[in-house]
């Protein structure tokens, strides 16, 4: 599985970018630390998911994900981000991500949410 990886700190980036090296399946492509960029990957590369984080420069995680859908750019998103807020989270599913997941809970629940949506 092809993945981006967008979020404003590098070294949360390169903990989730290390996390998904120890599996054969999960490959990080492409990084990025802003929205925009972001989005401009998921148009230009063949990617399956992009991981984004809610708040970042300019266009945050949801407008991505809401772009992509829109788009239909074929491009799964899930949010890892450290807001613990219901109705952010309600919005995130009406964007269409596939998942939605705490920073504090990326190492246990990352890598089997992003299999879960392989398929």
């Given at each position: 599985m092809?993945?981006?990886?967008?979020?404003?700190?590098?070294?949360?980036?390169?903990?989730?970018?290390?996390?998904?090296?120890?599996?054969?399946?999960?490959r990080v492509v492409e990084e990025c630390a802003d929205g925009e960029t972001a989005l401009e990957l998921l148009r230009s590369e063949r990617l399956d998911v992009a991981v984004?984080?809610?708040?970042?420069?300019?266009?945050?995680?949801?407008?991505?994900?809401?772009?992509?859908?829109?788009?239909?750019?074929?491009?799964?998103v899930v949010i890892l981000t450290m807001h613990d807020d219901p109705e952010l989270e309600r919005h995130a599913w009406l964007a269409g991500v596939r998942g939605y997941i705490r920073k504090e809970h990326a190492v246990t629940q990352l890598i089997p949410s992003l299999r879960s949506i392989q398929s």
């Amino acid at each position: 599985m092809r993945v981006l990886l967008a979020d404003d700190h590098e070294g949360f980036r390169r903990s989730v970018r290390q996390l998904l090296a120890t599996t054969e399946d999960l490959r990080v492509v492409e990084e990025c630390a802003d929205g925009e960029t972001a989005l401009e990957l998921l148009r230009s590369e063949r990617l399956d998911v992009a991981v984004l984080d809610i708040a970042m420069p300019g266009m945050d995680g949801l407008s991505v994900a809401r772009a992509a859908q829109q788009e239909e750019l074929g491009c799964r998103v899930v949010i890892l981000t450290m807001h613990d807020d219901p109705e952010l989270e309600r919005h995130a599913w009406l964007a269409g991500v596939r998942g939605y997941i705490r920073k504090e809970h990326a190492v246990t629940q990352l890598i089997p949410s992003l299999r879960s949506i392989q398929s």
